[in-house]
């Protein structure tokens, strides 16, 4: 198990931009951030592998949020860009921990190590 811990989330206007980073105590391998709105599901967002070589995105976010990773640092990073106000929830950093350098899943039930979650609100 790791600790995860997200920071840089906030209240924003339509179109601004954020940074959300994740910082975890310990190694990890697929990294991944998910969201979840007010009375909704938590979804997938991106999700990045432990080489670095692999990124899928929800189909809602791609073009915009680009995800990435340093491994010496132990951290994962979401540049989220031209933000909208449907992109409002909670985002949620989440670690695999099982062995496997290129896999990046995006089911979020093979995800075992959750962070608390940071608050994006983007106003119109």
């Known amino acids: 198990q790791v600790q995860l811990v997200e920071s840089g989330g906030g209240l924003v206007q339509s179109g601004d931009s954020l940074r959300l980073s994740c910082t975890s105590s310990?190694?990890?391998?697929?990294m991944g951030w998910f969201r979840q709105a007010p009375g909704k599901e938590r979804e997938f967002v991106a999700v990045?592998?432990?080489?670095?070589?692999?990124?899928y995105y929800a189909d809602s976010v791609k073009g915009r949020f680009t995800i990435s990773r340093d491994n010496a640092k132990n951290t994962v990073d979401l540049q989220m860009n031209s933000l909208k106000p449907e992109d409002t929830a909670v985002y949620y950093c989440?670690?695999?921990?099982?062995?496997?350098?290129?896999?990046?899943?995006?089911?979020?039930?093979?995800?075992?190590?959750w962070g608390q979650g940071t608050q994006v609100t983007v106003s119109s």
């Open positions: 990045i592998s432990w080489s670095g070589s692999t990124t």
């Open positions: 310990g190694r990890t391998y697929a």
């Open positions: 989440a670690a695999d921990l099982r062995p496997n350098t290129a896999w990046a899943p995006t089911m979020l039930g093979l995800y075992d190590n």
